[in-house]
C-alpha cells in the first residue's frame, strides 16, 4: 500500500522539477536583458552628477513614430533595470493616478509630474538575430540630451509573444507605398 504513495510522490517530484528546470531559461533571458539595460543606464549615469527621475518617452521601431509589443516588453525591462540602477528612479505616472485622493491633496507636490527631471526613450531596430536598442535621456531642466547608449539584445531572450513590428505595419508601409505612387504620377 505504502509503495504506491511514494511512486505517486516522486512522479510528483519529478513533474516539479521538470518544470522548474523548463522555467530557468525563460527567467534568465529576462536577467540577461535587464542586467545589459542596466550596463546601458549606468554608462548614461555615470556622465551625470545626480540621480535623475525619469519618466518614459515613447520607444519605437526603427524610425517609425510607432511600436510594437516589444515596447511594452522593453518598458518592463527597464523598469527592473532602473530599480537596480544607482543613477536613475523612475517615475511612474500610473501611480499618481491611483493614488488616494486625500494623500494627493496633500503631497500632490511632492510626487507630481512636475518632479520629472528626464525623460528615457528609444528607437529599436532588427539587426537579424538581434534587436539593437538605443536609448537617450533627455534632460527637462534644459532641453539638453543627457547622454545614450545602445543595447544589443538576442531575439531568443524576447518572448516569442512580443512583435517587433507595430500592428498593421506591414499594411501602412503599402498605404504609404501607394500615396507615393499617387502623389508621383501627378
Known amino acids: 500500500m505504502c509503495r504506491p504513495f511514494s511512486i505517486d510522490v516522486r512522479r510528483r517530484s519529478l513533474s516539479s522539477l521538470l518544470f522548474f528546470l523548463l522555467l530557468i531559461p525563460s527567467l534568465n533571458a529576462g536577467d540577461k536583458v535587464s542586467s545589459d539595460l542596466i ?3 549606468d554608462e548614461i549615469g555615470r556622465k551625470h552628477y545626480e540621480v535623475l527621475r525619469v519618466g518614459f518617452g515613447n520607444f519605437t521601431y526603427e524610425y517609425s513614430p510607432l511600436g510594437g509589443s516589444f515596447s511594452r516588453f522593453l518598458e518592463e525591462e527597464l523598469k527592473t533595470a532602473i530599480n537596480r540602477s544607482d543613477y536613475f528612479e523612475l517615475f511612474v505616472l500610473d501611480a499618481l493616478e491611483n493614488l488616494d485622493p486625500a494623500f494627493k491633496a496633500v503631497y500632490g ?78
Open 39 to 41: 550596463k546601458a543606464l
Open 109 to 186: 507636490d511632492l510626487i507630481g509630474p512636475e518632479q520629472v527631471e528626464a525623460l528615457l526613450r528609444g528607437r529599436y531596430f532588427d539587426e537579424g538575430g538581434k534587436v539593437r536598442v538605443s536609448l537617450e535621456v533627455i534632460s527637462f531642466k534644459t532641453g539638453y540630451l543627457v547622454g545614450k547608449a545602445e543595447v544589443m539584445i538576442d531575439k531568443k531572450d524576447i518572448p516569442e509573444d512580443f512583435s517587433l513590428l507595430p500592428p498593421d505595419f506591414e499594411h501602412a508601409l503599402e498605404l504609404d507605398k501607394e500615396f507615393e505612387d499617387v502623389v508621383g504620377s501627378s
